[in-house]
């Protein structure tokens, strides 16, 4: 079985390759350069460390490292989504598309056709039930991935293997410290898929810049100060407004107004809601469900990363969908994306995009 494992440099995809050749599988291993980098180095996120850690482990165990590029797709795809749903005060996420468009989309265009699968050091699993593929979660719930994956397609799918999907973290280092990886201390990379070390907030400032706008309570109107641009805020955000007399959450964003609004508490009602509608439902295996009545299907789900699944009912709404959830959920962000699963948290059936 030919089979492309990529790695990164981390524990996680070192882990990869280790059980790989564990089960007498040699696979051929790929570093993708996506690293913000232009002609002026400006982005300064460089790949020398982890590609000398990847390179280790290639000899190590005798496989044969690729560096292949595709830092343009990154420019062309990612960044430009990330860019104009920030200038359309929306809230999004590059992490889940990096994964569907370059990870399994222009890696296995380019360089995939040789092999029979692609490995990768993802918190998720790969099951085969009832003559189809689906994306089945991990038994780590902190690190679990597959709301990151869940925008991936079922020819990608069929494609991919997660051989430390079924561990936890702490038997990951485990392996780790036991084959003597370089990388078994190494601190996982808390960025944004294509930033690397690059701060957020400067990136998105290179290419939006800075405007002067008020910060609102929303209750009131009163004015509480003032912001750089509504584009460095997102729903939800508690830190980094400069108000005193806290805790402030951000609530609404008026991006025709440049106006960001808050709200004091945690427990205030602005925050909360139960109705969460969903354009763009892609469905990872097709949909679940032959039809959905009246009364709707029972789902859990996510809008952001976090080990806990909320439950809710999921309803047709004309050509989209809404899911109404058991509980009140806080920080419903336009654009984010809302991810279904099963009601007993096993299979990602796919996600949509949040409307306003």
């Known amino acids: 079985m030919n089979v492309a494992a990529l790695v990164s440099g981390g524990v996680d995809s070192s882990v990869v390759v280790h059980q790989l050749k564990e089960q007498g599988i040699n696979p051929d291993l790929f570093y993708i350069r996506i690293g913000m980098e232009d002609e002026n180095g400006y982005m300064?996120?460089?790949?020398?460390?982890?590609?000398?850690i990847a390179?280790?482990?290639?000899?190590?165990?005798?496989?044969?490292?690729?560096?292949?590029?595709?830092q343009q797709e990154y420019w062309d795809q990612v960044v430009a989504y990330t860019i104009d749903a920030v200038r359309k005060g929306l809230t999004p996420n590059p992490d889940v598309m990096c994964n569907r468009l370059i990870k399994f989309g222009s890696f296995i265009d380019k360089y995939g056709d040789g092999f029979d699968q692609v490995a990768t050091g993802h918190y998720a699993q790969h099951v085969f039930e009832n003559d189809k593929h689906w994306l089945a979660t991990a038994?780590?719930?902190?690190?679990?991935?597959?709301?990151?994956?869940?925008q991936i397609t079922y020819k990608q799918l069929s494609k991919i293997i997660f051989p430390i999907g079924y561990l936890y973290k702490h038997e990951v280092r485990a392996l780790a410290d036991k084959a003597q990886?370089?990388?078994?201390?190494?601190?996982?990379?808390?960025?944004?898929?294509?930033?690397g070390k690059i701060n957020y907030n400067d990136f998105i400032k290179r290419f939006l810049g800075t405007k002067t706008g008020l910060?609102?309570?929303?209750e009131t109107g009163k004015i509480l100060g003032k912001h750089q641009g509504f584009w460095f805020h997102t729903i939800g955000q508690r830190k980094g407004l400069g108000l005193s007399g806290g805790p402030w959450y951000v609530t609404r964003k008026d991006h025709e107004a440049n106006v960001v609004y808050v709200s004091q508490g945690f427990d205030v009602e602005a925050q909360y809601g139960r109705e969460i509608p969903l354009d763009d439902i892609h469905w990872i295996s097709g949909s679940p469900w032959p039809e959905i009545g009246a009364d709707g299907v029972e789902v859990s789900f996510k809008i952001r990363h976090t080990p806990e699944f909320a439950q809710g009912r999921l309803y047709r709404e004309g050509k989209g969908f809404r899911v109404?959830?058991?509980?009140?959920?806080?920080?419903?962000?336009?654009?984010?994306?809302?991810?279904?699963?099963?009601?007993?948290?096993?299979?990602?059936?796919?996600?949509?995009?949040?409307?306003?």
């Open 44 to 52: 300064g996120c460089s790949a020398e460390e982890d590609i000398e």
């Open 55 to 70: 390179s280790f482990i290639a000899k190590k165990y005798g496989l044969k490292l690729e560096v292949v590029s595709l």
């Open 139 to 150: 038994p780590d719930p902190v690190k679990d991935q597959t709301d990151f994956l869940a």
């Open 181 to 195: 990886l370089p990388s078994a201390k190494r601190k996982d990379s808390q960025g944004i898929c294509f930033l």
């Open 215 to 218: 910060i609102v309570e929303l």
């Open 324 to 356: 109404v959830s058991d509980q009140k959920i806080q920080g419903i962000a336009p654009g984010q994306y809302g991810v279904l699963y099963d009601t007993q948290h096993r299979i990602c059936y796919g996600s949509g995009v949040i409307r306003i």
